[in-house]
């Protein structure tokens, strides 16, 4: 399965969100590209500990189970999933300076070091997880305009 810290899916991501641009449109859903560039950012900064985010109940109920059925293959994540709520942007800003940061922070992945990363709805994850599921969630949102 592919993961944000093997070296090769990482230079894939990384090609894909370069060419991302002002004229990127989503195929489903109602972000813009600056409010998915941001929720991408947010998401990395979630990732390397930089921004906490509390546990949801539902996620103590039921993440781990849906975390198992999310992982247990290669199949992309569905269009239109629902996003924790502190991921949710609604304000709009400039275009590259978020691509700036997203590309900087997957150029980290590499050097990844969170032992303790806890996901707001799936709970504790371990690097393998985390690197599954933050490839599934990059390539969901680059699928989602058209990349």
């Not at 899916?9 to 590209?33: C, F, H, P, V, Y």
């Not at 709009?92 to 707001?120: C, M």
Request: charged share 30%; net charge positive.
């Amino acid at each position: 399965m592919k993961s944000i810290f093997d070296v090769s899916d990482n230079d894939e991501l990384l090609r894909r969100i370069n060419t991302l641009n002002e004229k990127s449109t989503a195929q489903w859903g109602k972000m813009t590209i600056y409010q998915m560039l941001k929720h991408c950012t947010l998401w990395e900064e979630m990732i390397t500990g930089e921004k906490k985010f509390k546990r949801m109940l539902l996620g103590m109920i039921f993440g781990r189970m849906a975390l198992n059925r999310m992982l247990r293959d290669d199949r992309p994540m569905p269009q239109n999933a629902p996003t924790v709520p502190g991921f949710a942007v609604r304000d709009d800003g400039d275009i590259q300076t978020e691509k700036a940061k997203w590309i900087n922070y997957a150029k980290r992945h590499l050097d990844f070091s969170n032992d303790s990363f806890v996901h707001p709805f799936f709970g504790r994850m371990s690097k393998g997880e985390l690197g599954q599921l933050a490839y599934k969630h990059t390539d969901h949102h680059l699928r989602q305009f058209n990349c």
